[in-house]
């Protein structure tokens, strides 16, 4: 079992910045993909960025390159998300994930984490 917990949500206002963090319980992170999804009232999950076990592999959807950031630190059991030049349209509840079996599909998933961007 892998306990996943996010922190680091808040209202900020646009243009700003924030950093989520998602530390790991139960088991290790370090064989593991990772990912961050969002998601807002009436729309469905969107993917946000994922990190390889090693952290040199990065993707990003579209809406987010360039502006956000993921990151990892297997000694701390914690990925995280940096989210720079914030929109009114970031705001999500935004939620970690781990890939740890075979075929892709992302198995445990955190609680989430509110991100409200202000005009």
């Known amino acids: 079992q892998v306990q996943l917990v996010e922190s680091g949500g808040g209202l900020v206002q646009a243009g700003g910045s924030l950093r989520l963090s998602c530390a790991a319980s139960?088991?290790?992170?370090?064989?593991?993909?990772m990912g961050w999804f969002r998601q807002s009232p009436g729309k469905e999950r969107e993917f946000v960025a994922r990190?390889?076990?090693?952290?040199?592999?990065?993707y990003y959807g579209d809406s987010v390159k360039g502006r956000f950031t993921i990151s990892r630190d297997n000694a701390k059991n914690t990925v995280y998300l940096q989210m720079n030049s914030l929109k009114p349209e970031d705001t999500a509840v935004y939620y970690c994930?781990?890939?740890?079996?075979?075929?892709?599909?992302?198995?445990?998933w955190g609680q989430g984490t509110q991100v409200t961007v202000s005009s």
């Open positions: 994930a781990a890939i740890t079996q075979g075929g892709g599909q992302y198995d445990y």
């Open positions: 990190i390889n076990w090693s952290g040199i592999s990065t």
């Open positions: 139960g088991r290790t992170l370090s064989p593991y993909i």
